[in-house]
């Protein structure tokens, strides 16, 4: 093929050669067209020429005729050999006899001999047209001659035939166009020539430049930039390329501190190819820490499938067979490899396979992570779960005996210690009603003293049985209409909020919630009593008690208008025995709000307070939704 070996030159040798070629090849086109172009040219010339001497040869021998002279129509005829391009003049009468030619040899002789020596080309044409009958001047250019041939009639028994060669009056043009197609040509080559110049300067220097950019990235220089300006297609190719060589350092460099991080880290990255014996055609240096090289398996000094443990080699074997078969093409899973030390060693893997575009597995990829560690903590861990399982078996009785003893002691408090106040308190009743006029103010003062002591006494045991009784008790949650709750709670203290002329203001937006009733009852009582408790000196007393949904909770409040607090002591409030009053101002056993907290903590909710002093309490009870 000629296409194929002329791309093995240079383009800046190739186009001056094809343009020269071109140049050439137009010239002989050119050449081919003029010579044409000559001889139509001549033929047209001639023939008008021809017919001209036609013309006056017909006069002359007419007029030669008349005077019945022969020897002048002989002369006449010879003497039309001296014109240029005529190399045959005939003058034949009715019998076909030869009376006038240019040749004397040719006289007095039949028309056919007389011309017998002429090439076959010429005799046909001048018998061709001898035999024409036309009565004008004819002209003819014969098939085969490079000539013309006319005859005209002198007389009807009498006929001139001529030959006029065209080869010579168009050497005579050819010789005369010949210098200025060589000029023209001459100038064809020079301009060709200018255009090949002008295609280095501004075409095939600028591709040098190119070719040696797209060699010097090819091999790696990706800091090698074409430089190419402009805005024809060289360069957009520059800056394109100029562009793809950024974009390669950029992977480059990506691409090795990928690698460095990768041969620094625990992980081995390994390929494989899909082909017999799955040959390693990657492994990345980080496989120095199993004790091996990369060169050993790269090169199959090691094979990667002689690591794998025995047990492990037919799972592997098996899950890669049905993952080349069906996919998924990404899976992980767990095997062993052996050490250079000889130790087993466990590889969490993640595997991928990369398919060409009919669907086959080319390559086999996976990141191999060592778990070692991670295998012998599981089994620390198994072993002492089981461990644990059996402590926590053991402390589950403990607690269970614990609880048990926990029972008995809360019903040893409900029975032996409330029988010695209430006979503690009955017989401080028994003095005070049959000996009160015995006593002086001050014996009577001391048994109100006691029996307000045991009164206190006996509510802090009750406080107590409740703390403990909520603290081992499991929430039963379940619907409860908070309306009814909120009534019932309200009910209890119908007295005291008659007594107090309290103005209390309901508005629960809530219909009912999922919470273990006796948990609740137990909290909104201590919080109502609180309120009455600490705004009982308002004038009047305000308990506003309300519930709404927010930002996926329940919220339920409680709010007085009674002494408040300082906020430094909100954490306080809520501890077991813990008072920011005197008890004599204002009575109580410093339980209640520990028992708000721990029962709605119990339920999975949250409670908090917000106060001034002299400014009224908000607590606030959240249960998520």
């Known amino acids: 093929m000629v296409w194929p070996a002329l791309t093995v030159l240079p383009g800046r040798i190739l186009a001056p050669l094809l343009l020269a070629g071109f140049a050439l090849i137009g010239a002989a086109l050119n050449y081919v067209i003029q010579v044409q172009e000559f001889r139509d040219q001549v033929a047209s010339e001639q023939r008008r020429r021809l017919t001209e001497i036609l013309n006056f040869e017909q006069n002359r021998l007419e007029i030669q005729i008349g005077l019945a002279s022969r020897f002048h129509l002989s002369r006449i005829v010879a003497s039309m050999g001296l014109r240029s391009a005529l190399t045959n003049a005939l003058l ?73 060669d065209l080869g010579i009056p168009l050497a005579l043009r050819a010789a005369a166009g010949h210098q200025e197609l060589w000029r023209e040509t001459a100038l064809i080559l020079l301009f060709t020539a200018a255009l090949a110049i002008l ?92 004790g091996y090289t990369p060169e050993e398996l790269l090169s199959g000094a090691v094979r990667y499938r002689d690591l794998i443990h025995p047990e492990d080699r037919p799972r592997l074997r098996t899950a890669l067979v049905s993952h080349l078969a069906g996919g998924p093409d990404d899976y992980r899973g767990e095997h062993r490899v052996r050490h250079v030390s000889g130790q087993w060693i466990w590889l969490d893997g993640r595997t991928w396979l990369s398919r060409d575009a009919s669907g086959r597995v080319t390559h086999v990829r996976s990141v191999l992570l060592d778990v070692t560690s991670l295998k012998k903590t599981e089994a620390a861990l198994l072993r002492l779960n089981a461990t644990l399982e059996a402590r926590v078996d053991e402390r589950t009785g403990q607690l269970e005996a614990a609880n048990r003893e926990l029972e008995s002691f809360s019903y040893a408090i409900s029975h032996d210690l409330k029988a010695p106040l209430r006979g503690i308190d009955g017989y401080s009743q028994i003095l005070l009603e049959d000996y009160r006029d015995r006593l002086d103010d001050e014996g009577r003062q001391f048994l109100a003293n006691i029996r307000r002591g045991v009164a206190q006494m006996h509510e802090l045991i009750e406080d107590l049985l409740a703390y403990a009784h909520i603290e081992r008790s499991v929430p039963q949650p379940e619907p409860v209409s908070l309306q009814q709750l909120v009534d019932e709670v309200l009910d209890s203290y119908a007295h005291e909020i008659s007594a107090l002329g309290a103005k209390i203001d309901v508005d629960v937006r809530t219909p009912e919630l999922s919470v273990d009733r006796n948990g609740l009852a137990l909290a909104l009582r201590n919080l109502v009593g609180n309120a009455l408790k600490f705004s009982r000196d308002a004038a009047p007393p305000r308990i506003a008690i309300s519930s709404r949904e927010e930002a996926g909770a329940v919220r339920l409040e409680v709010r007085d208008n009674g002494i408040g607090f300082d906020m430094k002591y909100h954490d306080r409030i809520f501890g077991i025995f813990q008072r920011l009053h005197r008890a004599d101002d204002y009575p109580g056993t410093g339980v209640g709000l520990a028992l708000v907290r721990k029962a709605i903590e119990r339920m999975g909710g949250t409670v908090r307070a917000e106060s001034e002093p002299g400014k009224g309490a908000t607590f606030l009870v959240e249960f998520p939704l």
């Open 92 to 164: 034949v009468d009715a019998n076909g006899q030869v009376v006038g030619a240019m040749l004397r040899a040719r006289l007095h002789r039949p028309l056919t001999d007389a011309i017998a020596s002429e090439a076959p080309a010429v005799r046909a044409g001048l018998l061709a047209i001898a035999s024409s009958r036309g009565k004008g001047i004819e002209i003819v250019e014969p098939h085969g001659d490079f000539a013309l041939v006319g005859r005209v009639a002198i007389r009807p028994d009498m006929t001139l035939i001529v030959r006029n």
């Open 199 to 290: 295609l280095h300067v501004l075409w095939f220097s600028r591709t040098a430049r190119l070719t040696q950019a797209v060699a010097a990235i090819g091999e790696g220089r990706f800091d090698t930039r074409s430089g190419l300006a402009g805005r024809d297609e060289l360069g957009q190719i520059g800056r394109a390329l100029d562009r793809m060589a950024d974009d390669l350092r950029t992977r480059q460099a990506n691409l090795e501190q990928l690698s460095t991080l990768i041969d620094h880290s625990p992980v081995v990255a390994i390929e494989w190819r899909n082909a017999a014996g799955l040959p390693v055609t990657y492994v990345s240096d980080s496989v120095r820490q199993w």
